[in-house]
Protein backbone atom coordinates (compact mmCIF):
# COMPACT_ATOMS: atom_id res chain seq x y z
CA UNK A 1 0.00 0.00 0.00
CA UNK A 2 1.74 3.10 -1.04
CA UNK A 3 -0.74 5.44 0.50
CA UNK A 4 -0.22 9.19 -2.32
CA UNK A 5 2.55 8.82 -4.31
CA UNK A 6 3.79 12.03 -6.42
CA UNK A 7 5.33 12.63 -9.17
CA UNK A 8 8.29 15.13 -9.87
CA UNK A 9 9.69 15.84 -6.53
CA UNK A 10 11.26 18.67 -7.85
CA UNK A 11 11.24 20.45 -11.08
CA UNK A 12 12.27 23.84 -12.61
CA UNK A 13 10.14 25.51 -15.20
CA UNK A 14 10.82 28.83 -16.81
CA UNK A 15 7.98 30.85 -17.27
CA UNK A 16 5.72 30.13 -19.99
CA UNK A 17 6.33 26.76 -20.08
CA UNK A 18 3.46 24.06 -18.58
CA UNK A 19 3.65 21.07 -17.25
CA UNK A 20 1.56 18.34 -15.10
CA UNK A 21 2.15 17.68 -11.72
CA UNK A 22 0.98 13.66 -10.70
CA UNK A 23 -0.73 12.54 -7.84
CA UNK A 24 -1.85 8.93 -7.36
CA UNK A 25 -3.65 6.92 -4.35
CA UNK A 26 -4.21 3.13 -3.94
CA UNK A 27 -6.63 3.81 -0.41
CA UNK A 28 -9.56 3.69 -3.45
CA UNK A 29 -10.46 7.20 -1.99
CA UNK A 30 -13.17 9.37 -3.12
CA UNK A 31 -11.89 12.56 -1.74
CA UNK A 32 -8.57 14.24 -3.55
CA UNK A 33 -7.34 18.15 -2.84
CA UNK A 34 -4.25 19.80 -4.17
CA UNK A 35 -2.72 22.67 -1.57
CA UNK A 36 0.11 24.48 -2.31
CA UNK A 37 3.08 25.56 0.61
CA UNK A 38 4.48 29.00 0.97
CA UNK A 39 6.41 30.07 4.26
CA UNK A 40 4.07 31.71 6.72
CA UNK A 41 1.31 31.06 4.90
CA UNK A 42 0.23 27.30 5.97
CA UNK A 43 -1.34 25.32 2.86
CA UNK A 44 -4.14 26.66 0.57
CA UNK A 45 -6.17 24.67 -1.44
CA UNK A 46 -5.66 24.92 -4.70
CA UNK A 47 -8.24 22.33 -6.20
CA UNK A 48 -10.48 19.41 -4.73
CA UNK A 49 -12.00 16.48 -6.21
CA UNK A 50 -15.24 14.44 -4.53
CA UNK A 51 -15.49 11.60 -6.99
CA UNK A 52 -14.26 10.48 -10.49
CA UNK A 53 -15.61 13.36 -13.11
CA UNK A 54 -16.21 16.15 -10.18
CA UNK A 55 -14.24 18.82 -9.81
CA UNK A 56 -14.56 21.93 -7.93
CA UNK A 57 -12.03 25.52 -7.22
CA UNK A 58 -10.21 25.74 -3.83
CA UNK A 59 -8.92 28.93 -2.51
CA UNK A 60 -6.51 29.97 -4.98
CA UNK A 61 -7.32 27.62 -7.81
CA UNK A 62 -6.13 30.77 -10.76
CA UNK A 63 -3.19 29.00 -12.74
CA UNK A 64 -4.29 25.79 -12.00
CA UNK A 65 -6.38 23.30 -14.25
CA UNK A 66 -7.40 19.76 -12.57
CA UNK A 67 -9.43 16.81 -14.02
CA UNK A 68 -10.20 13.36 -12.67
CA UNK A 69 -10.97 10.37 -15.23
CA UNK A 70 -10.35 7.95 -12.68
CA UNK A 71 -10.54 7.15 -8.07
CA UNK A 72 -6.71 6.83 -8.44
CA UNK A 73 -5.51 9.85 -10.21
CA UNK A 74 -5.27 13.58 -9.58
CA UNK A 75 -3.35 15.23 -11.89
CA UNK A 76 -2.68 19.29 -11.62
CA UNK A 77 -1.60 21.05 -14.78
CA UNK A 78 -0.08 24.23 -14.73
CA UNK A 79 -0.36 25.90 -18.33
CA UNK A 80 1.35 28.65 -18.59
CA UNK A 81 3.70 28.77 -15.48
CA UNK A 82 4.62 31.77 -13.23
CA UNK A 83 7.00 33.07 -10.68
CA UNK A 84 4.36 33.16 -8.32
CA UNK A 85 3.34 29.77 -8.50
CA UNK A 86 6.75 28.69 -6.73
CA UNK A 87 5.66 26.73 -4.27
CA UNK A 88 5.60 23.27 -2.36
CA UNK A 89 2.56 21.24 -4.20
CA UNK A 90 1.28 18.75 -1.87
CA UNK A 91 -1.33 16.28 -2.89
CA UNK A 92 -3.76 14.95 -0.24
CA UNK A 93 -6.94 12.41 -0.05
CA UNK A 94 -9.95 11.57 2.74
CA UNK A 95 -12.01 8.42 2.48
CA UNK A 96 -14.86 10.92 3.30
CA UNK A 97 -15.79 14.42 3.71
CA UNK A 98 -15.01 16.40 7.16
CA UNK A 99 -14.40 14.02 10.05
CA UNK A 100 -11.63 12.11 8.28
CA UNK A 101 -8.15 12.53 8.04
CA UNK A 102 -6.27 13.47 4.85
CA UNK A 103 -3.58 11.64 4.04
CA UNK A 104 -0.80 13.96 2.79
CA UNK A 105 2.01 12.82 -0.73
CA UNK A 106 5.54 13.54 0.18
CA UNK A 107 5.02 16.68 -2.33
CA UNK A 108 6.56 18.31 -5.50
CA UNK A 109 8.83 21.66 -4.71
CA UNK A 110 8.32 23.76 -8.15
CA UNK A 111 10.53 26.79 -8.95
CA UNK A 112 9.77 28.97 -11.82
CA UNK A 113 12.15 31.24 -12.85
CA UNK B 1 -16.38 31.93 6.54
CA UNK B 2 -13.75 29.25 8.40
CA UNK B 3 -10.64 30.44 9.83
CA UNK B 4 -7.59 29.23 11.75
CA UNK B 5 -4.96 31.67 13.50
CA UNK B 6 -2.27 29.81 14.97
CA UNK B 7 -0.11 32.50 17.58
CA UNK B 8 3.60 32.11 17.46
CA UNK B 9 4.84 31.31 13.84
CA UNK B 10 8.24 30.10 16.21
CA UNK B 11 8.18 28.12 19.50
CA UNK B 12 11.28 27.28 21.12
CA UNK B 13 11.70 24.92 23.96
CA UNK B 14 14.19 22.78 26.32
CA UNK B 15 13.88 19.04 25.77
CA UNK B 16 11.84 18.21 29.13
CA UNK B 17 9.76 21.12 28.89
CA UNK B 18 6.40 21.70 28.11
CA UNK B 19 5.23 22.23 24.90
CA UNK B 20 1.99 24.17 23.84
CA UNK B 21 1.79 25.23 20.62
CA UNK B 22 -1.79 28.04 20.53
CA UNK B 23 -4.31 27.28 17.67
CA UNK B 24 -7.60 29.67 17.82
CA UNK B 25 -10.49 29.16 15.16
CA UNK B 26 -13.11 30.57 13.86
CA UNK B 27 -16.36 28.95 12.54
CA UNK B 28 -20.59 29.36 12.16
CA UNK B 29 -20.92 25.98 12.46
CA UNK B 30 -19.82 23.11 15.04
CA UNK B 31 -16.12 22.07 13.55
CA UNK B 32 -14.15 19.34 12.62
CA UNK B 33 -10.59 20.07 14.02
CA UNK B 34 -7.17 18.89 13.38
CA UNK B 35 -3.51 18.87 14.22
CA UNK B 36 -0.96 17.94 11.89
CA UNK B 37 3.32 17.49 12.03
CA UNK B 38 5.32 17.93 9.20
CA UNK B 39 8.73 16.78 9.37
CA UNK B 40 11.75 18.73 7.14
CA UNK B 41 11.05 17.74 3.53
CA UNK B 42 7.98 15.76 4.33
CA UNK B 43 4.35 15.37 3.69
CA UNK B 44 2.14 15.90 6.48
CA UNK B 45 0.28 13.48 9.23
CA UNK B 46 -1.95 13.76 10.85
CA UNK B 47 -1.45 14.07 14.97
CA UNK B 48 -4.93 14.00 16.41
CA UNK B 49 -8.37 15.01 15.47
CA UNK B 50 -11.38 16.38 17.54
CA UNK B 51 -15.01 15.13 15.93
CA UNK B 52 -17.04 16.34 19.21
CA UNK B 53 -16.67 12.57 20.72
CA UNK B 54 -14.70 14.04 23.64
CA UNK B 55 -13.25 17.80 24.14
CA UNK B 56 -9.97 16.50 25.37
CA UNK B 57 -8.12 14.32 22.50
CA UNK B 58 -5.01 12.45 22.84
CA UNK B 59 -2.80 11.84 19.37
CA UNK B 60 0.11 10.08 18.71
CA UNK B 61 3.71 10.37 20.43
CA UNK B 62 2.15 12.22 23.46
CA UNK B 63 0.96 15.47 22.34
CA UNK B 64 -2.60 15.96 23.29
CA UNK B 65 -5.19 18.86 22.51
CA UNK B 66 -8.25 20.52 24.36
CA UNK B 67 -10.96 21.63 22.57
CA UNK B 68 -12.54 24.88 24.30
CA UNK B 69 -16.04 26.03 22.82
CA UNK B 70 -16.11 29.18 24.97
CA UNK B 71 -12.77 30.34 23.91
CA UNK B 72 -12.69 28.47 20.15
CA UNK B 73 -9.29 27.03 20.62
CA UNK B 74 -7.69 23.88 20.42
CA UNK B 75 -4.16 23.96 21.98
CA UNK B 76 -1.81 21.20 21.13
CA UNK B 77 0.13 20.39 24.44
CA UNK B 78 2.99 17.84 25.09
CA UNK B 79 4.41 17.22 29.03
CA UNK B 80 7.73 16.70 28.10
CA UNK B 81 9.69 17.66 24.44
CA UNK B 82 11.76 15.31 22.99
CA UNK B 83 14.24 16.15 20.89
CA UNK B 84 12.41 14.24 17.37
CA UNK B 85 9.59 16.50 18.40
CA UNK B 86 10.78 19.51 16.22
CA UNK B 87 8.99 19.94 13.39
CA UNK B 88 6.13 22.39 12.09
CA UNK B 89 2.88 21.91 13.27
CA UNK B 90 -0.43 23.08 11.73
CA UNK B 91 -3.72 23.35 12.94
CA UNK B 92 -6.88 22.93 10.97
CA UNK B 93 -10.62 23.48 10.63
CA UNK B 94 -12.62 21.37 8.41
CA UNK B 95 -16.30 22.07 8.34
CA UNK B 96 -19.29 19.60 8.97
CA UNK B 97 -21.41 18.71 5.87
CA UNK B 98 -18.63 20.46 3.78
CA UNK B 99 -16.28 18.58 0.95
CA UNK B 100 -13.32 17.95 3.70
CA UNK B 101 -11.95 21.56 2.51
CA UNK B 102 -9.63 21.73 5.05
CA UNK B 103 -8.22 25.50 6.10
CA UNK B 104 -4.88 25.52 7.52
CA UNK B 105 -3.36 28.11 10.20
CA UNK B 106 0.28 29.17 9.18
CA UNK B 107 1.77 26.72 10.97
CA UNK B 108 4.23 26.80 14.02
CA UNK B 109 7.76 25.80 13.73
CA UNK B 110 9.22 24.21 17.14
CA UNK B 111 12.46 24.07 17.95
CA UNK B 112 13.57 21.78 20.57
CA UNK B 113 17.17 22.03 22.23
CA UNK B 114 19.01 20.31 24.82
Known amino acids: NAGVTQTPKFQVLKTGQSMTLQCAQDMNHEYMSWYRQDPGMGLRLIHYSVGAGITDQGEVPNGYNVSRSTTEDFPLRLLSAAPSQTSVYFC????????????FGPGTRLTVT | AQSVTQLGSHVSVSEGALVLLRCNYSSSVPPYLFWYVQYPNQGLQLLLK??????LVKGINGFEAEFKKSETSFHLTKPSAHMSDAAEYFCAVSVRGGYNKLIFGAGTRLAVHP
Open chain 2, 50 to 55: YTSAAT
Open chain 1, 92 to 103: ASSYSPGVYEQY
